[in-house]
């Protein structure tokens, strides 16, 4: 499918673009722009979504803090005694 985003643009004398979608559309587009970095200066995605989230650095990082939130048990602690514990 990105060949064929490529191909269009070539055939319409298309040098740069901003490129856009929706659902899977989105991750067509994000795709295209990804391995094609000197034709898009941007990318537009609705419900779209990065491909794979646990492969960002940022995504690992926020689920390592969730795991270790979690594991603290806080719900049966009283306010005060839960906030000393996260200090």
């Known amino acids: 499918m990105a060949a064929d985003i490529i191909r269009f ?3 319409k004398n298309l040098t740069m673009a ?3 979608g929706h659902g899977f559309g989105a991750k067509v587009a994000a795709a295209t722009a990804a391995a094609n970095l000197d034709r898009f200066t941007g990318v537009i995605q609705y ?3 990065p491909l794979e989230h ?3 650095e940022a ?3 926020l689920d390592s803090y969730v795991k270790f939130a979690a594991s603290m ?3 049966d602690m009283e306010g005060a005694v839960a ?3 996260i200090d």
């Open 59 to 61: 995504y690992q990082e």
């Open 9 to 11: 643009m070539d055939e």
């Open 83 to 85: 906030l000393r514990t």
């Open 73 to 75: 048990n806080l719900n």
């Open 18 to 20: 901003t490129i856009g």
């Open 54 to 56: 646990k492969y960002y």
């Open 47 to 49: 419900e779209g979504g």
